[in-house]
């Protein structure tokens, strides 16, 4: 089960990505299903960088992806999970950064 904090993170980043034109309709719908940490996991463990990821970054939203919440709140996924959040953001820095 998601911190209060954590959930109050994903609620604003929703917020904020509606307020950018980006409704994660998708992840909404995981979110719903599952809960809001295994919807993360599943996404983050997945090896497709998911839709939702790449409009943010497009955005400069990268400080409010899911791969982000997974590292300001470590202590609620595994280390394979943060691992996995920490190389995607990681990927799209090097893209932006040209490297």
Same mark, same amino acid.
């Given at each position: 089960? &998601?911190?209060? +904090? #954590?959930?109050?993170? !994903?609620?604003? *980043?929703?917020?904020?990505?509606?307020?950018?034109?980006?409704?994660?309709? @998708?992840?909404? +719908?995981?979110?719903?299903?599952?809960?809001?940490?295994? @919807? !993360?996991?599943?996404?983050? /463990?997945?090896?497709?960088?998911? /839709?939702?990821?790449?409009?943010?970054?497009?955005?400069? #939203?990268?400080?409010?992806? !899911?791969? &982000? =919440?997974? #590292?300001?709140? +470590?202590?609620?996924? *595994? /280390? /394979? !999970?943060? &691992?996995? =959040?920490?190389?995607? #953001?990681?990927? &799209?820095?090097?893209? =932006?950064?040209?490297?």
């Amino acid at each position: 089960m &998601a911190s209060a +904090a #954590l959930e109050t993170f !994903i609620d604003e *980043s929703v917020r904020i990505s509606q307020e950018h034109g980006y409704n994660p309709t @998708a992840f909404n +719908a995981m979110r719903d299903r599952y809960g809001t940490v295994p @919807a !993360i996991e599943r996404l983050v /463990s997945s090896g497709e960088i998911q /839709s939702g990821f790449k409009k943010l970054e497009r955005l400069g #939203l990268l400080n409010w992806t !899911i791969e &982000a =919440a997974v #590292l300001k709140f +470590a202590n609620e996924f *595994s /280390s /394979s !999970i943060r &691992a996995a =959040a920490e190389w995607r #953001l990681q990927q &799209a820095k090097k893209e =932006a950064d040209g490297t």
